[in-house]
């Protein structure tokens, strides 16, 4: 019906991926209800929309009653929280598996038209790293509870508030050396706006049921990011491809301080590339044209 009130619900709302999704929504006049735990640290979301539009709602992973409300009602359903380390044992467990089902068994019971779940290249059962197997584990609890839903994998992501090129711009501020790991690892890179421009692409019938994997114009190794992230800067640094084994020892030490630089799980993800397979769907059959790194990394990193 004309005039019918357009209800979304995004859980992870507040985090990098999980905000432009938010603002996209908005922007095509959804009511969104932002499933957070941390409700106050959520309220910046509000400035996006008009007055009321969009709504921080306290209803984390396994909250299961305050959850059930935060889907009421909802005709689109966005699950993009994730974990990249994690602070206990069984963190990986607990998010990417047993709270992406959840999410989605919740959807289905409300009645929910469209499911989006947010997965990541490297999502396989046989991965090396308990990241990518427990991404995979979530999938398969998304696609048990809800089979119609639309599942994005992308490979690395950038923009302004991004984890990877920000990070590695700031060691340089204190590291006349940057020690990293899989120097030979390939990633395609991807636009967080692209990436949520796919999460509204896939919330229609066309694209239920399907997994798509997305990826920018660029293919680079992870040294090449290192040395492109350096030029835009303007710095000299020496870049140093650690061995596997003393990649190893520097993680067991550095996983146990505050911040998670490096651990050993993300060292056995960088043990395979991180890019789009030739025969998945992505931006292009979502009709997304993919933006270029230079387009958008010089404008946040050339300000540090």
């Known amino acids: 019906m004309s005039g019918e009130r ?20 908005a922007a095509r006049d959804y009511v969104v209800r932002v499933a957070v735990r ?58 990417h598996v047993d709270g992406a ?3 989605a068994r919740l959807a289905a019971g409300a009645g929910a038209r469209h499911l989006v ?29 809800f089979a119609p839903a639309a599942i994005l994998r992308p ?16 060691m340089t501020l204190i ?36 997994t798509f994997e997305l990826g920018g ?17 303007g710095r000299k640094r020496i870049v140093i491809d650690l061995p596997p084994r003393l990649a190893q020892f520097q993680a067991q030490i550095l996983q146990h301080l505050p911040g998670k630089l490096l651990t050993t799980d993300q060292i056995r993800m960088l043990e395979r590339d991180n890019i789009v397979s030739p025969w998945a769907p992505g931006l292009a059959e979502l009709g997304i044209v993919p933006t270029p790194m230079d387009l958008i990394v010089p404008t946040y990193l050339s300000a540090k």
Not at 40 to 68: C, D, H, K, N, W
Not at 155 to 170: Q, T, Y
Not at 190 to 208: I, K, M, N, S, W
């Open 6 to 25: 357009k209800v979304a619900t995004v859980f992870g709302g507040a985090g990098f991926i999980g905000r432009y999704i938010v603002q996209h929504l």
């Open 38 to 95: 941390n409700v106050p640290g959520a309220s910046f979301l509000q400035t996006m929309g008009r007055t009321g539009q969009i709504v921080p709602l306290y209803a984390p992973l396994g909250a299961e009653g305050q959850m059930a409300r935060a889907v009421e009602g909802a005709a689109l359903v966005v699950n993009a929280t994730g974990l990249l380390a994690e602070s206990r044992k069984g963190d990986f467990d607990r998010v």
């Open 101 to 103: 089902g959840q999410v």
């Open 117 to 145: 779940h947010l997965s990541a290249i490297g999502a396989d059962a046989a991965s090396p790293s308990l990241y990518g197997r427990s991404k995979a584990a979530g999938e398969a609890s998304v696609r048990a509870a």
């Open 155 to 170: 490979s690395i992501v950038f923009g302004a508030e991004d984890s990877f090129f920000n990070r590695f711009a700031a």
């Open 175 to 210: 590291l006349p050396v940057l020690p990293i790991v899989g120097g030979a690892t390939k990633f395609q890179p991807v636009y967080v706006g692209d990436v949520a421009r796919a999460a509204l692409a896939a919330a229609t019938p066309h694209a239920a049921g399907q």
């Open 217 to 233: 114009p660029d293919v680079r190794t992870f040294r090449q990011l290192i040395d492109y992230m350096l030029k835009i800067l």
